[in-house]
């Protein structure tokens, strides 16, 4: 997956304004008859439905919209030339060479004028006067500059799925949106982020909610520092509204209780790291592999351990599908406490930016002030 790529652009350059005058029979002294030059095309950058990396752009870096044509006789302008549009994936962030963020695609109705065409010349025509009859002056096209520009897609899902390598991430999202992602019992199984559908209502009756799911590989400790394929996916989870940590619980079979949750704050800590916003995501902790008899049985120790710190795990199998239902419940309850949070902001800032009225009967110092401004006076009558 090609999820980051680095591009040149540049807007069309303006055409030139030409020196040109009025030749025609029976016609004397016709004067300057030169046209502007076309302005040159912009460059947009507009959303691609069916794609879904930035592959194109590995093969692709340099983008050129077309110049604008030169003014032509008869006062005529030049062409204008022809905008370019560059598509790319939802979730797409363009960033300037600094890496500051210049536009971010979270919809698929968004377009972006990243560069503007230069401006056309002017043709002789402008430069006329009273003491200048025959203008020797045109002026050339407005040129543009190359821009380099970082493009980063980072997937837009409502759930991310974390955790260590090999803790069955990529089972459990076979599981609850029935995709065919690679699985096996070694690290980096996954390479990619996958994604898949989870329909609530297979485990909830008339809950027809569709849920986006991301499993996000790579992460083991260290990830923020680079190691791993952390610095790779760590940003497909700055979207996601909710986080699904994952922990193997097969691992008590070689280690104490305790491993599970060290395991937990290795992924948290690297999440720190990362950008210290993601910890404060909701996190619905699962312990999974309870299909293995040692697991199931220790579960009420686990949980011991997990309250300590104020934590409740949610045991599953992924294999067997066990328990699946409880982990969807939570799923749609925590997102929709994130909805909530989200409209509860947004009427908050509507109520800050909106106007206020005030009469002399609600003024709360009952005080009017008047800009210094005298008001015009129209007298009506004979005396006026």
Not at 23 to 37: A, C, H, L, M, N
Not at 50 to 73: I, Q, V
Not at 195 to 208: M, Q, R, W
């Amino acid at each position: 997956m090609i999820d980051t790529a680095k591009i040149k652009i540049k807007a069309g350059n303006g055409g030139d304004g030409i020196i040109s005058f009025r030749r025609e029979k029976y016609i004397s002294k016709g004067g300057p008859w030169g046209g502007d030059g076309g302005t040159g095309g912009d460059i947009i950058f507009k959303i691609d439905k069916h794609a879904n990396t930035l592959t194109k752009f590995k093969r692709k870096r340099k983008f050129d919209a077309e110049n604008g044509k030169p003014g032509m006789r008869k006062l005529k302008k030049g062409k204008d030339g022809e905008n370019l549009v560059i598509k790319v994936p939802i979730g797409t962030v363009i960033k300037d060479k600094n890496n500051k963020i210049l536009f971010d695609f979270t919809n698929t109705s968004q377009e972006f004028v990243i560069a503007k065409g230069g401006k056309g010349g002017l043709g002789n025509w402008h430069f006329k006067s009273s003491v200048n009859r025959t203008p020797m002056i045109a002026t050339p096209g407005e040129h543009t500059k190359q821009i380099e520009l970082q493009l980063e897609l980072k997937l837009l899902a409502d759930v991310g799925l974390i955790g260590l390598p090999s803790s069955g991430k990529s089972t459990l999202l076979n599981a609850l949106t029935q995709t065919n992602v690679k699985t096996a019992e070694y690290h980096f199984t996954t390479l990619e982020p996958n994604l898949g559908v989870l329909f609530v209502n297979k485990y909830i009756p008339n809950n027809d909610v569709e849920i986006i799911l991301a499993d996000i590989p790579g992460l083991i400790e260290g990830a923020a520092d680079g190691k791993g394929l952390g610095h790779d996916f760590l940003r497909h989870i700055e979207r996601t509204k909710v986080l699904v940590h994952i922990l193997d619980g097969s691992k008590i079979l070689t280690q104490n209780l305790q491993v599970l949750l060290d395991d937990f704050h290795i992924i948290n800590e690297e999440l720190q790291k990362w950008n210290k916003d993601l910890t404060e995501k909701p996190q619905i902790v699962v312990v999974n592999k309870i299909d293995l008899s040692e697991v199931k049985t220790k579960i009420p120790l686990i949980k011991k351990i997990f309250a300590q710190e104020n934590i409740t795990p949610i045991f599953i199998s992924a294999a067997t599908n066990e328990n699946l239902e409880n982990l969807v419940s939570e799923i749609v309850k925590s997102l929709e406490t994130e909805k909530q949070k989200e409209q509860t902001k947004l009427s908050k800032n509507e109520e800050k930016n909106q106007l206020v009225e005030f009469n002399i009967n609600n003024l709360p110092n009952k005080r009017i002030v008047f800009r210094n401004q005298r008001p015009k006076i129209t007298t009506v009558g004979p005396n006026k």
